[in-house]
C-alpha cells in the first residue's frame, strides 16, 4: 500500500503530462499559460506556475518525467512528503523568477518546462548523496558531476537561445533546492562541504557571465 507521500511524484507527473498534451493540441491554451515576460510584467502572476506543468514537446517532457520519477522516491524517503512538495514548488516559481529578472528587458521572452522544479529536486537529492550513480548514455556518473554538467549544459542552451525551454530557470530551481536544503539540513554544509561548493560553480559562472547570455 502506497502513502500518500509516495504517490505525490506520480500524480505531478500525471498532471505534467495531461497539461503538456493540452499544449500540444491547443496553440492557445499554450499561449494563455507558457512562462512570458510581458505577460507576468502586466500581472499575469500565473504563469510562474502553469509554465511549470507544459513542455516544448514530447523528448522534452519525457526527459524532465523521467528525472524526475527516479529521484523523487529516495528523496522523499529522506525529507518527507511535504518538504518535498513545498521544495518543487519553490524551485518551480523561483525558477521562473530567475528568468524573470534575467530577460526582464526583453518582453518576447517565454519558455515552459519544469525543468526548475525538477533541477531543485535534483540538486536536494545530490546534497544527500553526491557519489550516487547515474547512468547518462549508459555510462555511470557521480551525482555531484551530474549535476554540475546539467548546469553547463543550461549555460549552453541560454547561450544558444535554440529553443523554447527555460534554461535560465534551471539555475533557480538549482538555488532552491540548495536553500531549502541547506535551511532544513544545515549539517551536510559540514558533511559535504567539497560537494556543496563543486556544485556552487556553474551558478557563479551564471552571474560572472549573465551579460553575455
Not at 511535504?82 to 524573470?100: E, H, K, P, Q, R
Request: hydrophobic share 55%.
Amino acid at each position: 500500500m502506497y502513502s500518500i507521500s509516495q504517490i505525490l511524484p506520480f500524480l505531478i507527473i500525471i498532471c505534467n503530462v495531461v497539461i503538456s498534451m493540452q499544449g500540444f493540441s491547443n496553440g492557445d491554451f499554450f499561449n494563455k499559460y507558457k512562462f512570458s515576460v510581458a505577460g507576468v510584467q502586466k500581472g499575469q502572476y500565473y504563469r510562474l506556475i502553469t509554465s511549470g506543468f507544459l513542455h516544448a514537446d514530447w523528448q522534452h517532457l519525457l526527459f524532465n518525467m523521467l528525472t524526475l520519477y527516479f529521484f523523487s522516491d529516495s528523496l522523499i524517503a529522506i525529507i518527507g512528503g511535504v518538504n518535498y512538495l513545498i521544495l518543487y514548488f519553490l524551485a518551480l516559481v523561483l525558477g521562473n523568477a530567475l528568468s524573470l529578472y534575467f530577460y526582464r528587458r526583453q518582453p518576447y521572452y517565454t519558455a515552459v518546462g519544469a525543468s526548475g522544479a525538477v533541477v531543485g529536486i535534483l540538486y536536494s537529492f545530490i546534497l544527500f548523496e553526491p557519489q550516487a550513480r547515474i547512468l547518462v548514455f549508459i555510462l555511470p556518473m557521480p551525482a555531484y558531476l551530474f549535476g554540475i554538467a546539467y548546469l553547463l549544459y543550461s549555460l549552453y542552451g541560454m547561450k544558444a537561445k535554440s529553443d523554447n525551454i527555460g534554461h535560465s530557470a534551471h539555475f533557480g530551481g538549482a538555488i532552491a533546492g540548495f536553500a531549502f536544503t541547506l535551511f532544513i539540513y544545515p549539517e551536510l554544509w559540514l558533511i559535504h562541504r567539497g560537494t556543496v561548493l563543486l556544485l556552487l560553480i556553474p551558478i557563479v559562472l551564471l552571474f560572472v557571465l549573465r551579460k553575455q547570455l
